[in-house]
Structures are given as C-alpha cells and as structure tokens.
C-alpha cells in the first residue's frame, strides 16, 4: 500500500455511503485501522496514527450525514483508541459472546443435518463438553469427525460419537476463560458514556448513529 492509500480509501468509502445513503458502513476487524496511537515510534505507527486520524475526522462529519449507520467488529477492544469510544462516534458497545449451551446444540445440529450420523449419537453431550467453543470451531468439530469416521473406514456409512470422542480430546478451543473475563471486564465501563445509550436529546439530532460489536 503506497503511502496515504489507505486514508484515500477510507475517505472515499464514507463519500460512496453519503452518495448511496441510506448506508452501512461495516469495518470487520476494526482494531487495525483504529490501533491506541502512542505505541511505537516505527512506520508502521506513524501510518496506524494517520488511519486513525481520518477515521475520527469522518466519524464527526457523521453528525452531519443522514441515514448512515456506522458498524464495527474486533476481537481486541482494548486495542482501540479511546478516541473513539465516546458518544457521537461509537454509541453503543454491543457484546457478542461465545454460544451458550443452547446455542451450541442448534450449532451442532445444523452442522450435522446432512451428515450421515449414528441414531445414538448424543448432541446434547457434546455441547455440555464443548464450552466456549465458537461456532466456527463447532463446524469445525463436526467436519472432523466425518473425517475421523472416513479414516477409521473408508467404506464407513455413519459419524458415531466416537468419532466426535476422538476429535474433542485433540481439539482444543482457542478462547478461554481468561478471555472472557477481559470482554466482561471491558463491558462494564468501555468509557463512563458507553455503558447507556445516548441522551435522548442527542440521538434526535445526531442522524448518524455507530456501534462497535465485540466478537469471539
């Protein structure tokens, strides 16, 4: 990326959304345009504070703009520049948790619908044994396992528990517990503005209106 491409880019992707309003404007990943300024002298920095500074630049033109909704995504929130994380930029702080018990069953079973599975396999166990397993990670879990069931015997007709037994014990989730305390630790005061939704005076006027989703 050649010097001063990226703002380029970022300046011409809140102009599109103006001209295209009503709009979304989704940034997936949102720590690497939005990185704390101050952490290194290095180039690297110097273009991380530039980017930062173009987005709290179009971000406040916001307060202008009509029908534009702003959307972010990281799995670092305390990467991100405080800068941002004050009412009439980012609003609101919504927190997207790995799937509960529930949640993780529905996983399984979706991606097991068109798998060729055992009548006494046990969903409901697997998703008590896969806490803070991500979604992707279930899908995961469930690929492996008809592949576990394929090399076992190629002629094999259905995944069992076994098979799903066997990937568990070399599959290790990736979030832990550690993890989750720092999301719920970041959740209670993101900033002292974060933690309601904007003055009700304010929402009427601002006509722009920005969230930063925490996911796993």
Avoid at 4 to 31: H, M, Q, V
Avoid at 66 to 88: S, W, Y
Avoid at 157 to 182: G, P, W, Y
Avoid at 195 to 214: D, E, F, H, S
Wanted: hydrophobic share 40%; proline share 4%; aromatic share 6%.
């Amino acid at each position: 990326m050649y010097v001063g491409e990226g703002e380029a880019l970022l300046r011409n992707t809140f102009r599109k959304a103006r001209l295209a309003a009503p709009s979304i404007i989704f940034f997936d990943e949102a720590d690497v345009v939005a990185a704390k300024r101050g952490g290194s002298s290095n180039r690297s920095s110097t273009v991380g504070e530039r980017l930062l500074s173009t987005l709290l630049t179009k971000m406040d033109v916001l307060e202008q703009a009509k029908g534009i909704l702003v959307l972010a995504a990281t799995n670092h929130p305390h990467a991100i520049d405080a800068a941002l994380m004050r009412p009439g930029r980012f609003d609101l702080v919504l927190y997207v948790p790995p799937p509960d018990l529930e949640a993780r069953y529905d996983i399984l079973r979706v991606h097991t619908r068109r798998m060729k599975v055992d009548n006494n396999i046990n969903l409901r166990q697997i998703s008590q044994e896969t806490e803070f397993f991500t979604g992707a990670e279930l899908q995961g879990l469930c690929k492996e396992a008809g592949i576990v069931a394929l090399r076992e015997d190629i002629t094999a007709s259905v995944v069992c528990n076994r098979h799903f037994e066997a990937v568990m014990r070399s599959l290790k989730t990736a979030l832990r517990r550690q993890e989750i305390d720092s999301y719920a630790s970041f959740m209670k005061n993101p900033s002292r503005e974060l933690r309601i939704r904007p003055k009700q005076g304010r929402a009427r006027r601002a006509r722009a209106y920005c969230l930063l989703q925490l996911r796993l």
